[in-house]
């Protein structure tokens, strides 16, 4: 069982940049009056709020979990909201997390401080009528047990914190979850363990396949975010998850990576996601999600920014509310008329159109539609060539890629899921990593980026020169091993191809494959003279996910070639709008 086969390494306590100004073991129930204010750059709460510190929560197998809840005064029953993650519960005024909102451009003085990291805030909630729940959930800091990294053990132990809160004097019994990242991809777990008394999620921005998304995205063994992520956080007294050392021994799928996988077709919950086409992490995990969860009742909404300053907006703030306020609270208010999908159009040059309405994504207007590569023209063309053209590049030699252009006469729209179909063949190799990425190129060739937070310091621009794609928008990229080519019949569409990742098929010399390659889904507006360029290559062509971590070197050699026309009529599959 998935339970036998993980790998713990010894946890340590929390650092000094991860410790917050309550971060203090120190169980009791106290009033903050209004105005209070927990540390000088974060602002004052604006109503009393009960703040029962370190309360013991029982696992139903024996292990006690410790929370900080904040709550309204007064007898009133309220309904509360759930914060999970392995980030210390009085994490908001650390150094490391005021250093994550300066990295992005974001005033500690839009919240209170009391806020798990990526989660939602009690000054505001409280205020609302809503308490707010933040666990140090299992493992971490100084709740007992070994902790986990994304698995169904997070739905388990959330389920029986949600559980015990419904039945707590203060709680009206409905319970729901909101944040971002780690506190949106433990949502998918809980969802699909149906706790009794969860009433809705609201999952802004998360994996959902730890395989897939996190450690080995297109059967590569990329794992520095993974390692970071695992290192960084998960402090505690016991043990943590060595996901790094999992992915070296178990390279492919089995039964521990199917249990970071949440079983999607038993969330029936209502549930508002939030997504963005920019996130590499969070991007193929999010839109997976929602379209393979089994709510009746679930909204998508593709921002054009980045998660953290959207999720902290204040008319985004009043939205939420307003949805909680419909399955919290039982309001008969005017949510439910909100379209079920509003998407962004990306134009790359600040003319960017946002919360378009839907009923699906893509939208119907949206027509899957093949533009052939063409190897002696290097161009992109609606038609397949007649001769088989090969084109070609050596893995060690620069420039490692070949791309193919296409231009536009009129104003043209590209959203949805877009995918790459390729006949590859490797010389001197038994196997290719091949990256691809969709670039917007303006009517002089220049290739168009667009920073997705509102810090636009030099320091941003060092970042993202190669590398921090969260914080800078380049195009749609896609990557896979080819000897991982295995195509999953049961989940793979003809807009989404998803991958076995539980077979391996070296190449034989001479041999010619044909591929299915998943890039990110898009919303683009290419106006009339701009060009799409698609490039393939034999390295990362983005860079890193995140600052200052481990960057995937490919395991590249020899010569990789790229089939077009005739009989191996490789194709760039492409969402257009018709008008």
Known sequence: MSEDMKIYLPSSPLPAPRTGVLTAFDPGTRTLEAGFQVAPPFKPIPVDIVF????????????????????????????????????????????????????????NSIVSGLEKFEG?????????????????????????????????????????????LAEQEWCTGKVGMSGTSYLAATQWFTGAEQPPHLAAINPWEGVSDVYRDLVMRGGMPDIGFGQQLQNGSFFGRNRRENIVAEVEQ??????????????????????????????????????????????????????????????????????????????????????????????SLLDLEGGD????????????????TKYYLNGRTRTLDTAAPTDDVPTAYAAASNPNAVSFLTSFDVETVLVGYPKAHLFVEARDADDMDLFVLIQKLDAHGTPLEAFTTPNRSAIIHDLTDY?????????????????ARNLDSALSTEEVPAHTFDVVEKLAPGQIVDIEIDLLPLGLVFYPGEQLRFVISARNLLGTMMPGIQEFVPANSGQHVIHTGGEHASYLQLPVQTR
């Not at 009690?122 to 666990?135: D, L, M, S, T």
């Not at 199917?258 to 969070?282: G, Q």
Request: net charge negative.
């Open 52 to 107: 029962e510190k370190d309360v013991a929560i029982a696992l139903r197998d024996g292990v006690t979990v410790h929370a900080d809840i904040f709550r309204p005064v007064g007898p009133e029953k309220v309904p509360v909201i759930v914060a999970y993650s392995p980030y210390g519960k009085a994490q908001g005024t650390s150094p490391s997390v005021m250093g994550v909102f300066g990295l992005v451009g974001l005033s």
């Open 120 to 164: 939602p805030d009690p000054a505001f909630w409280v205020e609302q009528g809503y308490a707010i729940c933040n666990p140090d959930i299992r493992g971490v800091v100084d709740s007992d047990g070994d902790s986990v990294l994304w698995d169904r053990q997070d739905g388990r132990d959330a389920y029986d914190i949600i559980e015990w």
């Open 467 to 483: 590398g921090a794609t969260i914080l800078k928008y380049k195009g749609s990229d896609g990557r896979l091993r080819v000897s």
């Open 353 to 368: 159109r946002v919360a378009i309405a839907a009923d699906q994504f893509p939208p119907a207007e949206a027509h899957s």
């Open 250 to 343: 178990y390279p492919l799928i089995n039964d521990l990576w199917a249990n970071k996988i949440p079983d999607f077709e038993r969330i029936t919950v209502p549930a508002y996601v939030v997504a963005s086409y920019s996130n590499t992490l969070h991007t193929a995990g999010t839109f997976r999600a929602w379209r393979r969860m089994a709510s009746e009742q679930k909204w998508l909404r593709v921002h054009n920014s980045q998660e953290w300053p959207d999720y902290y907006d204040e008319d985004n703030q009043a939205e939420l509310l307003q949805f909680f306020d419909r399955y919290l609270k039982d309001e008969q208010n005017d949510w439910d008329k909100t379209p079920r999908v509003r998407y």
